[in-house]
């Protein structure tokens, strides 16, 4: 059984900029696509980004794309989330998520649109909260 474990939230100020980790341990992570989403109080969790176990291809949802960037480093078993011009909206929780996924660009789209049962793996959240 796989285990994902987030840091690097936090409260910042419009404009700056952070870096969310995730850690997994237990399994073979780099065989996994990974994704971060994030959930805002009284919303819906929705998908941010996602990159495919090889690290080549990456996906982001519309309202980051441009401002945040995935990366993931297989030897260290981690997936990293950098988080830049961070807005208010961006405040929520964010989580780290691990599917199994065959490689390439098209099985990040189907990420993107999964159902929370549907992820083999969750972490328990950081929480980034960003002030005007």
């Known amino acids: 059984q796989m285990r994902l474990v987030e840091s690097g939230g936090g409260l910042v100020q419009a404009g700056d900029s952070l870096r969310l980790s995730c850690t997994a341990s237990?399994?073979?992570?780099?065989?996994?696509?990974a994704g971060w989403f994030r959930q805002a109080p009284g919303k819906e969790r929705e998908f941010v980004a996602g990159?495919?176990?090889?690290?080549?291809?990456?996906f982001y949802a519309d309202s980051v794309k441009g401002r945040f960037f995935i990366a993931r480093d297989n030897a260290k078993n981690s997936v990293y989330l950098e988080l830049n011009t961070l807005k208010p909206e961006d405040t929520a929780n964010y989580y780290c998520?691990?599917?199994?996924?065959?490689?390439?660009?098209?099985?990040?789209?189907?990420?993107?649109?999964?159902?929370?049962?549907?992820?083999?793996?969750w972490g328990q959240g950081t929480q980034v909260t960003g002030s005007s």
């Open positions: 237990g399994g073979t992570f780099g065989t996994y696509g």
């Open positions: 998520a691990a599917v199994k996924l065959p490689d390439g660009q098209e099985p990040l789209y189907a990420l993107a649109n999964a159902k929370d049962e549907t992820i083999d793996y």
């Open positions: 990159i495919s176990w090889s690290g080549v291809y990456a």
